[in-house]
């Protein structure tokens, strides 16, 4: 097939760092630069059978980096992430030449606090955004992001050292991972609950009061869908919630509904 380059340019893949067999992330260069805002997505496509199949990826990187750099997760019946999880090093994906997204940090809100809920890979934009302040961005007076991130086990902490770094470094920002299946990883002295199970316990701990408060949920659907239910009981406005699902759920079969 032809893909059309008004539309697409090649990216090359410079550099590839596996995190567990299942996690990975990549570092690439574009023909020409993207603009992008620190939460936006980047459309990527690998070309098989004679079509190109694509999806939206949160981008990791900031603007202010010369490199793309993005988060996967091998689905093994997925469309896509099996060839992508298949390429190195110096092998070139196809890449839209504009970015999309909305998921971008709200700060015409006039809140100080923005509180950061991710599942695994959905920790992607968190990453562009924090970064985005520590390579020298302006950073609003009084701002403080917050990101809680959730997994099985600890060594789905793929940017845990980064995060941690920031955290120790810079007053304006704090990580908290979280791991929800500790009897898997025995090693684990941290926090242990899933994100919404976090997310209350650290509202009151670190002041984080509605009128104050622009909240974000991003990666598992049944996560976020849990989290606007704690965010609502706790007075937030739907205004003041953002939401990045990464995957619609299937809905269930009719046997399934009347089982």
Known sequence: MA???????????VRRKDH????????????ERLGFKPGQYATLGVESEGKLIQRAYSIVSSPAEEELEFFFELVPQGELTPLL????????????????GL??????????????LCTVTGVAPYVSMARTFAL??????????????AASRSWEFAYREELDEL???????????????????????????????????????LGLEPATTTAYLCGHPEMIEKCKGVFKRRGFSKEFVREEIYWVPAKPSRDEVTA
């Open 167 to 205: 955290s120790q470094k810079f007053a304006w920002f704090r990580y908290i991972p979280s791991v929800s299946r500790p009897w898997e990883d025995s090693d684990w002295q941290g926090e242990v609950g899933r994100v919404e199970d976090i997310a209350r316990k650290h509202f009151d701990a």
């Open 85 to 100: 999880h298949e390429l190195r090093e110096g092998d070139t994906i196809w890449m839209r030449r504009q970015s999309r």
């Open 3 to 13: 893909v059309r380059s008004d539309k697409f340019q090649r990216i090359e893949i």
């Open 20 to 31: 567990s067999a299942d996690l990975w992330s990549i570092r690439a260069r574009a023909e």
């Open 136 to 149: 020298g961005g302006e950073v609003p007076r009084g701002l403080r992001l917050v990101v809680i991130q």
């Open 103 to 116: 998921f971008t940090l709200d700060l015409a809100s006039g809140h100080a606090n923005h509180f950061l």
